[in-house]
């Protein structure tokens, strides 16, 4: 940990509640195919697991995107995002939508001693999860997917023309 004096310009590097560094530079990245078992357990990459294990001690959440593919998340990135979700005004419908879908269905997930994880029957079903699936990295989480369905979507999102009005400004000056 490190510590300066606040007055004079340095920095706190605050460690969670949890004992896991707040501001992770861990990033996943990548596409893997994955097989799961017939008890819905699916092993994650062995490139994964030691930056799990750095992040959150194995420790992540499952829920679900409107996308009808999984979000992975480690622990204490979910926990962050779970407080900006659960701070959005009850009132608001599209507000208490989002809580519904992503805090109702979010569920502990633990990699065991062979680097795997139980999917829940519910969230394999809302995902239509059956033994072929994608593993997409994304940053600071992973999407799972039933393999069918991301090539497929895969291929509308390649094939899609997009409209430069239709972009976000802030897309427009992005360099690739």
């Excluded at 622990?75 to 992503?102: C, G, H, V, Y």
């Excluded at 940053?139 to 291929?155: K, M, P, V, Y």
Aim: aromatic share 8%; charged share 30%; with cysteine.
């Amino acid at each position: 940990m490190r510590v300066g004096d606040p007055y004079s310009g340095a920095w706190w590097e605050k460690v969670g509640e949890n004992g896991f560094q707040a501001h992770p530079t861990i990033m996943f990245r990548g596409a893997h195919k994955l097989t799961l078992d017939v008890k819905g357990r699916m092993v994650m990459p062995t490139r994964y697991r030691e930056r799990i294990a750095e992040r959150c001690g194995g420790k992540l959440v499952v829920t679900v995107d409107k996308d009808q593919c999984l979000l992975i998340y480690p622990m204490p990135d979910w926990e962050e995002i779970e407080r900006k979700l659960m701070s959005l005004p009850s009132l608001n419908p599209q507000a208490r939508r989002l809580q519904r879908l992503m805090v109702g269905h979010a569920t502990d997930l633990e990699l065991d001693s062979h680097g795997r994880v139980l999917l829940p029957p519910n969230l394999r079903e809302f995902g239509s999860l059956t033994r072929e699936a994608m593993l997409i990295g994304q940053g600071q989480r992973f999407e799972l997917w039933d393999e069918a369905r991301w090539n497929e979507r895969r291929s509308e999102w390649l094939a899609s023309e997009t409209d430069s009005a239709d972009l976000p400004a802030e897309l427009e000056s992005l360099s690739l």
